[in-house]
């Protein structure tokens, strides 16, 4: 039996309300036009200004929300919608790219270095670390091989 259950009951008014919200002095409130390699009305992708890999990409909800638990559903259908569109772009400019790892930072515990939702993007091509096998679970030294 699962140990909880979600009761859909969204207040579509409270998003109305909070949709256009833009965190002053935020950095990615900042970016110039050029950075954008994508948007759509609730999210915009640029590639990272520091990549762990070429073409790493992130996707940012254009409303200030500090993680990804704070996003509404459809600014994360939005940011998904986004990550297909890149995830072909990536592979049609780098014929080597033969995975990803997709993820997000949720607290600074968790190594979120910018207090605003955005989802990485990272392109992997073979032989472009030793181990990848265990993936995200690598962010914990000793845990990626199991």
Do not use: W
Not at 46 to 58: E, I, N, Q, S
């Amino acid at each position: 039996m699962p140990t909880f259950s979600i009761v859909e009951n969204v207040d579509f008014r409270e998003i109305r309300e909070r949709i256009n919200f833009r965190q002053s002095g935020c950095i990615f409130r900042e970016i110039p036009e050029e950075r954008i390699v994508g948007y759509n009305a609730l999210a915009f992708a640029m590639y990272d200004k520091h990549p762990v890999t070429d073409l790493h990409a992130l996707v940012i909800s254009k409303r200030h929300a500090a993680t990804f638990f704070d996003l509404f559903e459809p600014e994360r259908r939005a940011i998904n919608q986004l990550l297909d569109k890149l995830r072909v772009d990536i592979l049609n400019k780098d014929a080597l790219v033969s995975g990803f790892n997709i993820g997000m930072n949720s607290g600074s515990v968790a190594g979120q270095t910018v207090d605003h939702a955005h989802v990485h993007l990272i392109p992997r091509r073979g032989g472009d670390v030793q181990e990848p096998r265990g993936g995200v679970r690598g962010v914990i030294p000793g845990k990626a091989i199991y």
